[in-house]
């Protein structure tokens, strides 16, 4: 269901947030009480003169014809304390169902907050989804407030100015059709609200702790006093019902005894008090509230209840939640200088964001990023992510002027669709490191087609990193060594590294460490070694690695360095040191230093001081990563570089092919599932690709709801019609086939055909596991034979049930065997895979897979992953395959789950990439759909 025909909350430009819902029949009360609050300046512009909302004509309002009538309003309060503060609708004409007049209206003491523009948006939108196609508002011409929204929405508009009796108005047609610019629009928005809400986080004038104590060792005690410690520029209010002073510093026993309302309040109270305390911010008007407190929905059935009670009394008062069950959050920048987290690490000011889930780890971080000498701009412990999550730290980082890298410890994706779509737009700007916990799973789910198996667990989230340009790390180690290199060095223009050494053994690690990470070590160009040789020593190599010898100077080191730097064939340079008792460390550290400057700012350089004694400071002070092995050099300058080519490449735009007849794929979807839905509260139909008819599981009674929509957890295996019928609507092109009931009718099938054909068990299930399927069949005899055989082999294996339909296919000769699929995961959405198809697919798993939507560059990335490639495009002269009918297949079936959401499983194995220009053919099809 579309989000703005369910009750959510919505986050308005001010950061603030309402809550909004269709209009209910009992919300006449409320709607009553808004029009107390409005005036008469209001109420003319929305009904375009005199008019009085009684409780005879509110009705009118509230009990909407659903087949006409759309409302939705705003509310704030919780309740018997909700107020509706605005409403907007839409009505239909009853002579042209595709085209409704809107209309809205928010009380004055909400006006100017961008809640009109958000419930008109969402009304265009659910106008959209019922067939209208043009929205007209009739506007009185002073009504400024109302022309600005109009202009804001974001659609394209056509506006005419009529005069009336005493004035004039402006009729305003709105096409709907949500295109980029629109969408754009909202994206704009939404980065402005995220913005105004972490500001107030972030850049607070007056901080209060609720729970500050004396005792330095409590959390309360902690937070406070690395406040005090940490050069905090504004003021600190200790609140404290039992103590007149904690640390030397006047106490408050509520909020509200406060000197002055708090922009930020630290919530360090037991569970219990907590939702008390932020009732009482919500009603001083504070708008920030981070909750470090722990007992909420990590803490069992009670936890979970008091957070859904913590949510709905924030919500009510429109403020945000970071937490609960969090470290804090800080802000290093010399201007704020604000700890409000329970680390006694304050990380000096820096260009690197981070945000974890894991209060704990956050520790360990700030102690590791101080350690390494890493600045910090802005840290935060998001906790359970109640309200406030990575996207929307995302959001305000994307323009934050402090941040240049944003690093993430992730342990699971609240709304991956959405990062997707913000990380991919950032990391273009801004690159994006990422540490993903939960790469196994000790109970993976059993998954019946080849395209679940296989896009199932962790390989979801690696397709969304590598979409989105997400460096994506193993360990927290590898994270800061990337994020190492990003804060001090360019982006490399290419892979080619230069590795300039004194030891031979490190250098060929690092040779090795290199390729492994899909670098390149060149052989140097001959004017590059002819430099070389004219000042290194004869038994030196410089055919890369350079290695100068164990007597290598410190002179030698930069005078290297400065050719290497300069060397067209050169991307980067990597320098390893290696203690040898001739030369100083720090006099070699302070040529690389010198060294660096003459070399062009687009090449990166690292350095690898292999020594007891750690990093020298002029590295640090020079910005010249160091790393303790060559290795970790090599993997780190590998992620900067995929992430560099990625950042390269154009942005790709979401491909429409001709020839889609969505509305045909719709109806045999939909009927599928209300038959699923009909015959059994399950919900659950098996189809054999045969036939209609279904084999149901066993369930209590009821199909589904009262306006025939099949319930939740409805699903069924289309059949071999209908699941042709669907990829036939979207222009996919499958192998002549007919299904059959007996081995008569198939060998008359084969004589009607007259070519070599295939007979499969019509049946979703892995035909080659119960020899379920006969390959090339050239007479009506060998059909019928082979329709007999694999009726005995199902009767074997127990599976008698699917002997009841067969497919007779006509044979595919040539081409490559490739593998399309899709499968819907519950929190990333569809998920496509291609690559080698057959029946070793799962067993080799050379495939790709990406989120939807695709684009073009995804498509061409996914063919480029392959290793089988080299088939597809003419391998050891073999004819190349129309590779272009294969992205084309690919766009059409990532149209179709967009368009149909309620495509769970989808196998096409195998598809035959015939010879360019001939196509591709899709010869087995299994497709399952289910409610989402």
Same mark, same amino acid.
């Given at each position: 269901? =579309?989000?703005?025909?369910?009750?959510?909350?919505?986050?308005?430009?001010?950061?603030?947030?309402?809550?909004?819902?269709?209009?209910?029949?009992?919300?006449?009360?409320?709607?009553?009480?808004?029009?107390?609050?409005?005036?008469?300046?209001?109420?003319?512009?929305?009904?375009?003169?005199?008019?009085?909302?009684?409780?005879?004509?509110?009705?009118?309002?509230?009990?909407?014809?659903?087949?006409?009538?759309?409302?939705?309003?705003?509310?704030?309060?919780?309740?018997?304390?909700?107020?509706?503060?605005?409403?907007?609708?839409?009505?239909?004409?009853?002579? #042209?169902?595709?085209?409704?007049?809107?209309?809205?209206?928010?009380?004055? %003491?909400?006006?100017?907050?961008?809640?009109?523009?958000?419930?008109?948006?969402?009304?265009?939108?659910?106008?959209?989804?019922?067939?209208? #196609?043009?929205?007209?508002?009739?506007?009185?011409?002073?009504?400024?407030?109302?022309?600005?929204?109009?202009?804001?929405?974001?659609?394209?508009?056509?506006?005419?100015?009529?005069?009336?009796?005493?004035?004039?108005?402006?009729?305003?047609?709105?096409?709907?059709?949500?295109?980029?610019?629109?969408?754009?629009?909202?994206?704009?928005?939404?980065?402005?609200?995220?913005?105004?809400?972490?500001?107030?986080?972030?850049?607070?004038?007056?901080?209060?702790?609720?729970?500050?104590?004396?005792?330095?060792?409590?959390?309360?005690?902690?937070?406070?006093?690395?406040?005090?410690?940490?050069?905090?520029?504004?003021?600190?209010?200790?609140?404290?019902?039992?103590?007149?002073?904690?640390?030397?510093?006047?106490?408050?026993?509520?909020?509200?005894?406060?000197?002055?309302?708090?922009?930020?309040?630290?919530?360090?109270?037991?569970?219990?008090?907590?939702?008390?305390?932020?009732?009482?911010?919500?009603?001083?008007?504070?708008?920030?509230?981070? &909750?470090?407190?722990?007992?909420?929905?990590?803490?069992?059935?009670?936890?979970?209840?008091?957070?859904?009670?913590?949510?709905?009394?924030?919500?009510?008062?429109?403020?945000?939640?970071?937490?609960?069950?969090?470290?804090?959050?800080?802000?290093?920048?010399?201007?704020?200088?604000?700890?409000?987290?329970?680390?006694?690490?304050?990380?000096?000011? !820096?260009?690197?964001?981070?945000?974890?889930?894991?209060?704990?780890?956050?520790?360990?971080?700030?102690?590791?990023?101080?350690?390494?000498?890493?600045?910090?701009?802005?840290?935060?412990?998001?906790?359970?992510?109640?309200?406030?999550?990575?996207?929307?730290?995302?959001?305000?980082?994307?323009?934050?002027?402090?941040?240049?890298?944003?690093?993430?410890?992730?342990?699971?994706?609240?709304?991956?669709?959405?990062?997707?779509?913000?990380?991919?737009?950032?990391?273009?700007?801004?690159? &994006?490191?990422?540490?993903?916990?939960?790469?196994?799973?000790?109970?993976?789910?059993?998954?019946?087609?080849?395209?679940?198996?296989?896009?199932?667990?962790?390989?979801?989230?690696?397709?969304?990193?590598?979409?989105?340009?997400?460096?994506?790390?193993?360990?927290?180690?590898?994270?800061?060594?990337?994020?190492?290199?990003?804060?001090?060095?360019?982006?490399?223009?290419?892979?080619?590294?230069?590795?300039?050494?004194?030891?031979?053994?490190?250098?060929?690690?690092?040779?090795?460490?290199?390729?492994?990470?899909?670098?390149?070590?060149?052989?140097?160009?001959?004017?590059?070694?002819? #430099?070389?040789?004219?000042?290194?020593?004869?038994?030196?190599?410089?055919?890369?690695?350079?290695?100068?010898?164990?007597?290598?100077?410190?002179?030698?080191?930069?005078?290297?360095?400065?050719?290497?730097?300069?060397?067209?064939?050169?991307? =980067?340079?990597?320098?390893?040191?290696?203690?040898?008792?001739?030369?100083?460390?720090?006099?070699? %550290?302070?040529?690389?230093?010198?060294?660096?400057?003459?070399?062009?700012?687009?090449?990166?350089?690292?350095?690898?001081?292999?020594?007891?004694?750690?990093?020298?400071?002029?590295?640090?002070?020079?910005?010249?990563?160091?790393?303790?092995?060559?290795?970790?050099?090599?993997?780190?300058?590998?992620?900067?570089?995929?992430?560099?080519?990625?950042?390269?490449?154009?942005?790709?735009?979401?491909?429409?092919?001709?020839?889609?007849?969505?509305?045909?794929?719709?109806?045999?979807?939909?009927?599928?599932?209300?038959?699923?839905?009909?015959?059994?509260?399950?919900?659950?139909?098996?189809?054999?690709?045969?036939?209609?008819?279904?084999?149901?599981? %066993?369930?209590?009674?009821?199909?589904?709801?009262?306006?025939?929509?099949?319930?939740?957890?409805?699903?069924?295996?289309?059949?071999?019609?209908?699941?042709?019928?669907?990829?036939?609507?979207?222009?996919?092109?499958? %192998?002549?086939?007919?299904?059959?009931?007996?081995?008569?009718?198939?060998?008359?099938?084969?004589?009607?055909?007259?070519?070599?054909?295939?007979?499969?068990?019509?049946?979703?299930?892995?035909?080659?596991?119960?020899?379920?399927?006969?390959?090339?069949?050239?007479?009506?005899?060998?059909?019928?034979? =082979? &329709?007999?055989?694999?009726?005995?082999?199902?009767?074997?294996?127990?599976?008698?049930?699917?002997?009841?339909?067969?497919?007779?296919?006509?044979?595919?000769?040539?081409?490559?065997?490739?593998?399309?699929?899709?499968?819907?995961?519950?929190?990333?959405?569809?998920?496509?895979?291609?690559?080698?198809? !057959?029946?070793?697919? #799962?067993?080799?798993?050379?495939?790709?897979?990406?989120?939807?939507?695709?684009?073009?560059?995804?498509?061409?990335?996914?063919?480029?992953?392959?290793?089988?490639?080299?088939?597809?495009?003419?391998?050891?002269?073999?004819?190349?395959?129309?590779?272009?009918?294969?992205?084309?297949?690919?766009?059409?079936?990532?149209?179709?789950?967009?368009?149909?959401?309620?495509?769970?499983?989808?196998?096409?194995?195998?598809?035959?990439?015939?010879?360019? !220009?001939?196509?591709?053919?899709?010869?087995?099809?299994?497709?399952?759909?289910?409610?989402?």
């Amino acid at each position: 269901m =579309a989000d703005h025909a369910t009750e959510h909350d919505h986050v308005l430009p001010d950061g603030t947030t309402v809550r909004v819902r269709p209009i209910r029949p009992d919300d006449r009360e409320r709607l009553l009480a808004m029009w107390e609050r409005t005036s008469e300046r209001s109420r003319r512009a929305r009904f375009l003169g005199p008019f009085l909302l009684t409780p005879d004509n509110v009705g009118r309002f509230t009990d909407l014809d659903p087949d006409t009538q759309f409302a939705l309003v705003a509310t704030l309060g919780r309740g018997e304390n909700e107020r509706v503060v605005a409403v907007a609708r839409y009505a239909r004409y009853e002579d #042209e169902p595709t085209h409704a007049e809107f209309a809205a209206l928010v009380e004055d %003491a909400e006006q100017g907050r961008g809640i009109g523009t958000a419930l008109v948006r969402q009304i265009a939108q659910a106008a959209l989804e019922a067939g209208v #196609e043009t929205l007209t508002g009739e506007i009185l011409a002073d009504n400024a407030r109302m022309l600005n929204l109009v202009r804001d929405l974001g659609l394209g508009y056509e506006s005419q100015r009529e005069d009336i009796g005493g004035g004039s108005i402006v009729r305003t047609d709105f096409g709907l059709e949500l295109s980029e610019s629109f969408l754009q629009v909202v994206a704009e928005e939404e980065r402005l609200a995220a913005e105004a809400a972490l500001k107030r986080f972030f850049s607070p004038e007056r901080v209060a702790v609720v729970g500050a104590s004396r005792d330095k060792t409590a959390i309360g005690g902690l937070v406070f006093e690395n406040l005090l410690r940490g050069d905090f520029q504004g003021v600190v209010y200790p609140v404290n019902r039992s103590s007149d002073f904690v640390q030397g510093v006047a106490a408050y026993p509520s909020l509200s005894d406060c000197p002055q309302v708090p922009d930020l309040v630290l919530v360090c109270v037991p569970a219990e008090y907590v939702n008390d305390v932020v009732d009482e911010a919500g009603e001083l008007g504070v708008r920030a509230v981070c &909750i470090i407190s722990a007992g909420f929905s990590e803490a069992g059935e009670d936890g979970i209840e008091r957070q859904r009670d913590l949510m709905d009394r924030a919500r009510g008062h429109g403020l945000r939640i970071v937490g609960p069950n969090c470290m804090g959050l800080l802000n290093a920048n010399r201007g704020v200088r604000m700890n409000g987290t329970f680390s006694r690490i304050f990380p000096d000011d !820096g260009r690197l964001a981070f945000s974890s889930q894991s209060g704990a780890l956050g520790l360990a971080v700030l102690e590791h990023a101080h350690d390494l000498g890493l600045g910090i701009s802005t840290f935060v412990s998001v906790g359970n992510k109640a309200d406030i999550s990575g996207n929307d730290l995302l959001l305000y980082w994307e323009n934050d002027p402090d941040t240049d890298v944003v690093l993430l410890y992730l342990e699971s994706f609240g709304n991956p669709r959405k990062f997707s779509r913000i990380a991919r737009r950032i990391s273009r700007r801004k690159p &994006i490191v990422a540490v993903k916990s939960g790469r196994t799973s000790a109970g993976v789910r059993a998954a019946s087609s080849h395209t679940a198996a296989i896009s199932s667990g962790d390989v979801a989230v690696d397709a969304l990193f590598r979409q989105t340009g997400v460096i994506r790390t193993d360990t927290l180690e590898e994270l800061f060594d990337v994020a190492a290199l990003l804060s001090s060095q360019p982006l490399p223009q290419g892979r080619r590294v230069a590795i300039l050494t004194n030891a031979g053994g490190p250098g060929i690690l690092a040779a090795d460490a290199c390729e492994s990470n899909g670098l390149e070590v060149p052989r140097l160009a001959d004017a590059t070694r002819e #430099e070389l040789y004219g000042f290194l020593p004869p038994e030196a190599g410089v055919n890369n690695p350079v290695d100068m010898i164990a007597s290598a100077s410190a002179e030698g080191y930069g005078r290297a360095l400065r050719i290497l730097g300069n060397a067209d064939e050169v991307d =980067a340079v990597l320098v390893i040191f290696i203690p040898t008792g001739t030369t100083d460390t720090s006099d070699v %550290a302070a040529a690389l230093t010198t060294a660096r400057q003459d070399i062009p700012e687009d090449v990166p350089v690292m350095s690898v001081f292999m020594s007891a004694r750690g990093v020298p400071d002029e590295l640090a002070e020079a910005r010249i990563p160091s790393f303790a092995f060559p290795e970790d050099a090599a993997r780190a300058l590998g992620r900067v570089a995929q992430y560099a080519d990625w950042r390269a490449r154009p942005m790709g735009a979401v491909v429409t092919p001709d020839g889609m007849d969505r509305d045909r794929a719709r109806a045999v979807v939909e009927a599928a599932l209300s038959s699923a839905g009909s015959t059994t509260g399950a919900g659950k139909r098996l189809i054999g690709k045969a036939h209609a008819s279904s084999v149901t599981t %066993a369930a209590s009674s009821g199909g589904g709801d009262e306006d025939g929509t099949p319930p939740a957890g409805t699903e069924a295996w289309l059949s071999a019609a209908e699941a042709e019928a669907v990829l036939d609507s979207y222009g996919v092109t499958l %192998a002549r086939s007919r299904v059959v009931g007996s081995a008569q009718e198939g060998a008359e099938v084969q004589e009607q055909f007259g070519t070599e054909v295939a007979v499969k068990v019509a049946a979703p299930i892995h035909k080659t596991d119960v020899g379920g399927i006969k390959l090339g069949l050239g007479s009506p005899e060998a059909v019928a034979d =082979a &329709i007999e055989e694999i009726t005995r082999s199902l009767e074997d294996a127990g599976m008698a049930e699917h002997a009841d339909a067969f497919l007779v296919q006509e044979m595919v000769d040539g081409g490559v065997e490739m593998v399309v699929g899709v499968s819907s995961d519950p929190s990333f959405g569809p998920i496509i895979m291609t690559g080698m198809g !057959g029946t070793l697919v #799962e067993l080799l798993r050379d495939v790709s897979v990406r989120i939807t939507p695709l684009t073009d560059e995804d498509v061409e990335d996914m063919l480029d992953q392959l290793r089988m490639k080299p088939l597809l495009t003419g391998y050891r002269g073999s004819e190349a395959a129309d590779v272009d009918a294969l992205k084309d297949l690919l766009h059409r079936i990532n149209a179709m789950v967009e368009d149909l959401p309620e495509i769970a499983e989808l196998d096409l194995n195998p598809v035959f990439v015939r010879p360019e !220009g001939e196509g591709v053919v899709a010869v087995d099809v299994r497709m399952k759909v289910a409610t989402p």
